[in-house]
């Protein structure tokens, strides 16, 4: 499918997809979201896509946000399903299979923070800025900022900076722990590319049970030890799981499989 608001570039089963509407400082309208829904539906199980990196295009921004011009009018029930949709979509990122690194180039505001916190981990530019503007705007977050802020920096802090809609740089992001990496203004996709050429080496299965078990963590409604009971069953009775273990006692290097 060819897409209007994200770039797919991909190279070696890297796929780095850029939100492509920089006038706009790569505000998240609805045709983002029906990107990137199609994306991540798509690609679930396409084994030649190995690992995603999300960024903006430009240097200014990685999204500032919802697209405040389709707030106009807007319902109550309205309001609540855009939230809903931009949820569910949120979750397609989250649960992927594959590792998503979002390499964040400058903005990462309100919904385009929540995209950001919903890929797998942060890398961000020393000149990238993390807020949850919302209230400046007399609302709330509704991608799930709520919920997802709390896991990365704790209650209180998410809670001072939601209230406060106060915006911070990348190393005061990663200090908190938000951030995972703060590299050179314009090394920021080069440096989530390294990582995950790192994590493809290794078994896509397990990578893919890795993914699913640690979100496990943060899903209340879920068992997180039973999850990763019965998914170490799965990987150490899998191909590669046992491959892994032979590959260890020949002393030579795996060759997995991705089952
Ligand atoms: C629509 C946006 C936008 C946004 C920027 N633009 N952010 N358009 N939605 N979220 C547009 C501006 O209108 C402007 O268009 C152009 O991008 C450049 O932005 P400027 O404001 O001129 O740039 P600058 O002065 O450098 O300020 C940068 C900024 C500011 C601090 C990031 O743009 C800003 O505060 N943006 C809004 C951030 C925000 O409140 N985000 C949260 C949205 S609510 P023109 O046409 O004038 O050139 C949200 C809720 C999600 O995300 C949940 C929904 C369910």
Same mark, same amino acid.
């Given at each position: 499918?060819?897409?209007?608001?994200?770039?797919?570039?991909?190279?070696?089963?890297?796929?780095?997809?850029?939100?492509?509407? !920089?006038?706009? #400082?790569?505000?998240?309208?609805?045709?983002?979201?029906?990107?990137?829904?199609?994306?991540?539906?798509?690609?679930?199980?396409?084994?030649?896509?190995?690992?995603?990196?999300?960024?903006?295009?430009?240097?200014?921004?990685?999204?500032?946000?919802?697209?405040?011009?389709?707030? +106009?009018?807007?319902?109550?029930?309205?309001?609540?399903? #855009?939230?809903?949709?931009?949820?569910?979509?949120?979750?397609?990122?989250?649960?992927?299979?594959? !590792?998503?690194?979002?390499?964040?180039?400058?903005?990462?505001?309100?919904?385009?923070?929540?995209?950001? +916190?919903?890929?797998?981990?942060?890398?961000?530019?020393?000149? *990238?800025?993390?807020?949850?503007?919302?209230?400046?705007?007399?609302?709330?977050?509704?991608?799930?900022?709520?919920?997802?802020?709390?896991?990365?920096?704790?209650?209180?802090?998410? +809670?001072? #900076?939601?209230?406060?809609?106060?915006?911070?740089?990348?190393?005061?992001?990663? /200090? #908190?722990?938000?951030? /995972?990496?703060?590299?050179?203004?314009?090394?920021?996709?080069?440096? /989530?590319?390294?990582?995950?050429?790192?994590?493809?080496?290794?078994?896509?299965?397990?990578?893919?049970? +890795?993914?699913?078990?640690?979100? *496990?963590?943060?899903?209340?409604?879920?068992?997180?030890?039973?999850?990763?009971?019965?998914?170490?069953?799965?990987?150490?009775?899998?191909?590669?799981?046992?491959?892994?273990?032979?590959?260890?006692?020949?002393?030579?290097? !795996?060759?997995?499989?991705?089952?």
């Amino acid at each position: 499918m060819g897409y209007e608001n994200i770039l797919i570039e991909e190279k070696n089963g890297i796929v780095v997809l850029s939100i492509n509407r !920089p006038k706009a #400082l790569n505000a998240l309208n609805a045709g983002v979201f029906k990107d990137l829904d199609h994306f991540f539906t798509e690609n679930y199980s396409n084994e030649n896509v190995k690992a995603v990196v999300i960024t903006g295009v430009g240097d200014k921004a990685f999204a500032a946000g919802a697209d405040i011009k389709e707030f +106009m009018g807007m319902s109550e029930e309205q309001g609540t399903n #855009l939230s809903r949709k931009g949820m569910a979509v949120f979750e397609k990122i989250e649960n992927f299979s594959k !590792p998503v690194i979002a390499a964040v180039n400058g903005f990462s505001l309100g919904g385009g923070n929540e995209l950001a +916190m919903s890929c797998h981990f942060i890398v961000a530019s020393e000149k *990238a800025r993390f807020g949850q503007p919302e209230v400046n705007l007399g609302l709330i977050t509704g991608y799930g900022g709520t919920q997802r802020l709390p896991r990365y920096v704790g209650q209180a802090k998410a +809670m001072e #900076l939601l209230l406060t809609g106060d915006m911070i740089n990348a190393q005061e992001a990663k /200090s #908190l722990g938000l951030v /995972s990496h703060v590299v050179e203004h314009g090394n920021e996709v080069e440096k /989530s590319v390294e990582i995950l050429n790192k994590i493809i080496t290794k078994s896509p299965f397990a990578i893919a049970k +890795m993914i699913e078990t640690v979100n *496990a963590f943060s899903d209340n409604k879920k068992n997180g030890f039973e999850i990763e009971a019965n998914n170490f069953g799965k990987t150490i009775s899998s191909y590669d799981g046992q491959e892994g273990a032979k590959a260890f006692l020949e002393k030579r290097k !795996p060759k997995f499989k991705g089952r």
